[in-house]
C-alpha cells in the first residue's frame, strides 16, 4: 500500500530551480507530520525541511532561504520548491511522514542532481 507519491526531482544547473510534490493519502497528510529528507552519497540522511507537530516549519541550516516546504491541503500535498541549487544539494530527496516526527511512512526517493 503505497502512502507517500513522490514527483519532480531531475537535472538542474546550479543558481536553477526544482518542485519536488509529495502526494499523500487523506488518513496520512491529514493525522501525521510531514517533511522532506535528503541522502548524498557516504552521507548520512539529512532532514531538509519540515511540518512540525505544533505548526511551524524548520529548514536545515543548509538550505534556509532558498528552500520552501509548502502544502496544498485539498490535494493531500507537500511541496519542496527548491532555489539557487547548488551542487552540494545533489542528493536523493524523501518525503516522509510521521505522528511527531516524519519517519513512519515514505515515499520513494527522487534523484535531484545539480551541475557545477
Known amino acids: 500500500q503505497v502512502h507517500l507519491v513522490v514527483s519532480g526531482g531531475g537535472l538542474v544547473q546550479a543558481g536553477g530551480s526544482l518542485r519536488l510534490a509529495c502526494a499523500a493519502s487523506?488518513?496520512?497528510?491529514?493525522?501525521?507530520?510531514m517533511g522532506w529528507y535528503r541522502q548524498a552519497p557516504g552521507k548520512q540522511r539529512e532532514l531538509v525541511a519540515v511540518f512540525t507537530n505544533g505548526g511551524s516549519i524548520n529548514y536545515a541550516d543548509s538550505v534556509k532561504g532558498r528552500f520552501t516546504i509548502s502544502r496544498d491541503n485539498a490535494k493531500n500535498t507537500v511541496y519542496l520548491q527548491m532555489n539557487s541549487l547548488k551542487p552540494e544539494d545533489t542528493a536523493v530527496y524523501y518525503c516522509?511522514?510521521?505522528?511527531?516526527?516524519?519517519?513512519?511512512?515514505w515515499g520513494q526517493g527522487t534523484q535531484v542532481t545539480v551541475s557545477s
Open positions: 516522509a511522514a510521521g505522528p511527531f516526527v516524519p519517519g513512519r511512512y
Open positions: 487523506g488518513s496520512i497528510f491529514n493525522r501525521n507530520v
